[in-house]
T-cell receptor, first 113, second 111 residues
């Protein structure tokens, strides 16, 4: 299994509070991704990174920001959490540009009350 | 709009028989497709892929078929085993950096 960890694994927070989720990899892969999984929507890309300090938006980026200051860490921040951001969040990595499969972390279940 | 669609939320198959999971897409620019398998409380794991220059790719019990004119792909599992019970996602990409996922099909293989 690819070395990907996510923390925390579970979090309950209140509306309006900031939340940061962390993805850590030990594979030295260049590309990192954040997805959310919701019933009826499958997995949707929030943001991705193609190198240190290089990030881009995915299809559902509103309300989220990311940072990547080191190859191994990719942080997802909800500046002011809303109930619509209750979801399961997955981090993924891939090694080569373009057409390669992604390796997923175990997920973080976030509940915003 | 959902660019990748899996219209069957669930599928049940007897052990030993063939499982066929279907996926349709709307973007004609998609040229690379993958299938992932997901168990509860785990992240998806890569299963098999196919590029648009091929119409079939096999890996053991798993075969993916691509029909570009119909914008349709399917995953065949034969013979199906109880351990194959999971949610299966198809995904498609035109650039390689962004993949669009379907909503998943929950496969149950009955012993």
């Amino acid at each position: 299994d690819a070395g990907i960890t996510q923390s925390p694994r579970h979090k309950v927070t209140e509306t309006g509070t900031p939340v940061t989720l962390r993805c850590h990899q030990t594979e030295n892969h260049r590309y990192m991704y954040w997805y959310r999984q919701d019933p009826g929507h499958g997995l949707r890309l929030i943001h991705y990174s193609y190198g240190v300090k290089d990030t881009d938006k995915g299809e559902v980026s509103d309300g989220y920001s990311v940072s990547r200051s080191k190859t191994e860490d990719f942080l997802l921040t909800l500046e002011s959490a809303t109930s619509s951001q209750t979801s399961v969040y997955f981090c993924a990595i891939s090694d080569l540009e373009g057409l390669n499969e992604q390796y997923f972390g175990p997920g973080t279940r976030l509940t915003v009350t | 709009d959902q660019q990748v669609k899996q219209n069957s939320p669930s599928l049940s198959v007897q052990e030993g028989r063939i499982s066929i999971l279907n996926c349709d897409y709307t973007n004609s620019m998609f040229d690379y497709f993958l299938w992932y398998k997901k168990y509860p409380a785990e992240g998806p794991t890569f299963l098999i892929s196919i590029s648009s220059i091929k119409d079939k790719n096999e890996d053991g019990r798993f075969t993916v078929f691509l029909n570009k004119s119909a914008k349709h792909l399917s995953l065949h599992i034969v013979p199906s085993q109880p351990g194959d019970s999971a949610v299966y996602f198809c995904a498609a990409s035109d650039t390689g950096n962004q993949f669009y996922f379907g909503t998943g099909t929950s496969l149950t293989v009955i012993p």
